[in-house]
């Protein structure tokens, strides 16, 4: 099972729009629609912000939204807050029904 | 309110074996699984497999067969992970989660595990 592909960083100043892509291929990613993305700040458990390819769960803010085109999932976090400077990891459901997280992305509020 | 209280920390020698332990709470213990992941230091996270609360089944990483052994207790609504002949890079923060797919919902607090003669 192999980590799929995250940038190791991203970075935006506040109220701007960033994008974290999370590439795998059509045996995980690419094959199904069960793509989630988890926040994780310093020390703490991960946080399930995107589940489903696209679905928020109740509570999490409407500013961050997940697509996917592909093998390629996408987390768009829009009007960047200080806040969500954290860690950032997409997970998929893989062909021989294990998952796979992503490799991870560090995102700085500039 | 749904909760995941997971055991202490351990130090265990390289060899050794470590359960650790994951009390549910809040929710039908058997209507969801229960998955473990673990992050070694300044690393990624990584899936380690998971547990049907229902029925028992289990899955797990390839490159942890035949040291991974997890199981539940539905009377105490609890999830265990055994993991045995321990090595140092077994060093890790090791949580559980409610779910079996991508959509871990609930996690437990983590548990570090450290691994050092």
């Known amino acids: 099972q192999s980590a799929l592909t995250q940038p190791a960083s991203v970075s935006g100043s506040p109220g701007q729009s960033i994008t974290i892509s999370c590439t795998g291929t059509?045996?995980?990613?690419?094959?199904?629609?069960?793509v989630s993305w988890y926040q994780q700040h310093p020390g703490k458990a991960p946080k399930l912000m995107i589940y489903?390819?696209?679905n928020r769960p109740s509570g999490v803010s409407n500013r961050f939204s997940g697509s996917k085109s592909g093998n390629t999932a996408s987390l768009t976090i829009s009007g960047l807050q200080a806040e969500d400077e954290a860690d950032y990891y997409c997970?998929?459901?893989?062909?021989?029904?294990?998952?796979?997280f992503g490799t991870g992305t560090k995102v700085t509020v500039l | 309110q749904v909760q995941l209280v997971q055991s202490g920390a351990e130090v265990k020698k390289p060899g050794a074996s470590v359960k650790v332990s994951c009390k549910a709470s809040?929710?039908?213990?058997?209507?969801?699984?229960i998955s473990w992941v673990r992050q070694a230091p300044g690393q990624g996270l990584e899936w380690m497999g998971w547990?049907?609360?229902?029925?028992?089944?289990?899955n797990y990483a390839q490159k942890l067969q035949g040291r991974v052994t997890m199981t539940t207790d539905t009377s105490t609504s609890t999830a265990y992970m055994e993991l045995r002949s321990l090595r140092s890079d077994d060093t890790a923060v090791y949580y559980c989660?409610?779910?079996?797919?991508?959509?871990?919902?609930?996690w437990g607090q983590g548990t570090l595990v450290t691994v050092s003669s």
């Open positions: 989660a409610r779910g079996i797919t991508t959509d871990f919902d609930y």
């Open positions: 809040g929710y039908t213990f058997t209507s969801y699984g």
């Open positions: 547990i049907s609360a229902y029925n028992g089944n289990t």
């Open positions: 059509s045996s995980d990613v690419g094959g199904y629609n069960y």
């Open positions: 489903d390819v696209s």
């Open positions: 997970s998929s459901y893989t062909s021989s029904s294990t998952s796979s």
